[in-house]
């Protein structure tokens, strides 16, 4: 997992997305520096850091090692001022994310590639005041960005090619599975296909086709069990595009293509049915659920990642 070039990184944001992103170059052999403006994060992170590789199955010895690379910086300036590539991970909103970058492009290197975390912000508008914009990239990292192999990799019409290339091989040489996107395009590619299919999710609840339990049983019972091994172009052709034609002629009027959210959704968030946080969503939930679903999933994730080995 060792990558032969070692790289200096810095990441500006301690939270769940951050320690993440930082113990994943850590343990591939990086010196890392990681801030947050908030103390509580700065002064959590190496024990979060050091659970989170516990629990991915870590011995004592290689959790040590890769800490030993992690330097807690007190301020973006002191975080970038020496690094070579730098990840923003902070909050989702645009003029912060702006400000971050106009303070890190003040502090870092000029040879140093900016990137910016984020699932659905354009690139494009996040990275549209720097001054060196042909080093400026999106990465979208899944949660848990420590156990989730995918990064997408966002290029910009000003990004240049051989800095996304960069990127692209950092990421792979720290054992992580990137994708080049090539456009900037809102959701990129995971989310434009994963809410695609929680639109129609919605949409058969809301239609009163059947209930939410229904929708997550036939995802989770069907072809969802086949998602890993067999994405959905290889099972197009698998099962034949005339088959797949066929299909599609027949089922693809009647499936939603509204263009907003759902009203239904919309109403979920105005009744404060903010999903396992507030107890009921799509489901009611009790805390003790709710925290069951979340340990299936990291189990589910650990196992899933020794299978596919």
């Known amino acids: 997992m060792m990558d032969t070039t070692a790289h200096h990184i810095a990441v500006i944001g301690a939270g769940l997305m951050g320690h993440g992103i930082a113990l994943t170059f850590a343990r591939a052999g990086h ?38 690379l992690i330097t807690i910086a007190e301020t973006t300036a002191d ?67 420590h156990m989730i192999p995918l990064v997408e990799t966002i290029r910009t019409k000003w990004t240049d090619p051989t800095v996304a290339q960069t990127m692209f091989d950092l990421l792979e040489g ?73 299909i599609h002629e027949n089922v693809l009027h009647d499936i939603e293509a509204r263009q907003g959210p759902s009203p239904y959704l919309q109403q979920l968030v105005a009744e404060k049915r903010l999903g396992m946080k507030s107890g009921e969503g799509f489901r009611k939930w009790t805390e003790a659920e709710a925290d069951a679903v979340r340990a299936r999933v990291a189990s589910h994730l650990k196992k899933l990642e020794k299978i596919l080995e």
């Not at 909050?91 to 870092?108: D, G, R, V, Y």
Request: net charge negative; with cysteine; hydrophobic share 45%.
């Open 31 to 68: 010196r890392v520096s990681i801030t947050d403006p908030v103390p509580e994060a700065r002064e959590t992170v190496t024990d979060r850091m050091a659970q989170s590789m516990a629990a991915m199955g870590d011995a004592d010895t290689s959790i040590a090692t890769a800490l030993k």
């Open 79 to 145: 975080a970038v001022k020496t690094a070579t590539v730098v990840f923003e991970a902070a909050p989702e909103k645009m003029a912060l994310k702006q400000k971050i970058f106009a303070e890190i492009e003040a502090h870092a290197p000029e040879t140093c590639i900016l990137a910016s975390n984020t699932s659905v912000m354009p690139i494009t508008e996040i990275m549209s005041g720097l001054r060196l914009q042909n080093r400026a990239l999106g990465t979208h990292w899944w949660n848990p960005p």
């Open 174 to 246: 720290a054992g992580k599975t990137p994708v080049m996107v090539a456009k900037d395009v809102p959701g990129f590619i995971g989310n434009r296909l994963q809410h695609a299919l929680w639109r129609e999710a919605i949409s058969l609840v809301e239609n009163g086709i059947c209930d939410a339990e229904a929708v997550d049983t036939v995802i989770k019972s069907s072809f969802g069990r086949r998602l890993a091994v067999l994405g959905p172009l290889e099972n197009a052709d698998l099962v034949g595009t005339d088959l797949t034609l066929d």
